[in-house]
C-alpha cells in the first residue's frame, strides 16, 4: 500500500514557476513508476509527466515539455514536478500518482493504482 500526499501548489501569474512535491508512504517508493496528471474543471483528467522508479527514464505531455521537469529523490520516498513558464491553460488541481506495473501506457491514468488527494494550481494572467 502506497499513500501520497502532495503540495506545493498555489496561485502565480503566468510566466513564474512553482515546485510541486509528493510525498509517499512505505519502503517499497523505489520500486514505483510515479506520474503526475492534472485536471481542469470541466475537463477530463490528463496526463503531465512520469518517471521511472530509477529516475533514468522521463516522458512528458507535449504540452509541458520545456517547461516542466519531473524528478526522484527514492531517499526522500519524494517526487517533484518544476513547473517554469507557466501559463493560464496549466490551471487544475494536480494529481500524484504511482504503479508498480512494468507494462502499459504510463501517460495511462489507469496504469496506476495509488493516487494523492491532488493540489490546486491557479495561473493567472
Known amino acids: 500500500q502506497v499513500q501520497l500526499v502532495e503540495s506545493g501548489g498555489g496561485l502565480v501569474q503566468a510566466g513564474g514557476s512553482l515546485r510541486l512535491s509528493c510525498a509517499a508512504s512505505?519502503?517499497?517508493?523505489?520500486?514505483?513508476?510515479m506520474g503526475w496528471f492534472r485536471q481542469a474543471p470541466g475537463k477530463e483528467r490528463e496526463f503531465v509527466a512520469t518517471i521511472s522508479w530509477s529516475g533514468s527514464g522521463t516522458y512528458y505531455a507535449d504540452s509541458v515539455k520545456g517547461r516542466f521537469t519531473i524528478s526522484r529523490d527514492n531517499a526522500k520516498n519524494t517526487v517533484y514536478l518544476q513547473m517554469n513558464s507557466l501559463k493560464p491553460e496549466d490551471t487544475a488541481v494536480y494529481y500524484c500518482?504511482?504503479?508498480?506495473?512494468?507494462?502499459?501506457?504510463?501517460?495511462?491514468?489507469?496504469?496506476?493504482?495509488?493516487w494523492g488527494q491532488g493540489t490546486q494550481v491557479t495561473v493567472s494572467s
Open positions: 512505505g519502503r517499497t517508493f523505489s520500486s514505483y513508476t
Open positions: 500518482a504511482a504503479t508498480f506495473r512494468r507494462t502499459g501506457s504510463v501517460d495511462s491514468p489507469g496504469l496506476y493504482g495509488y
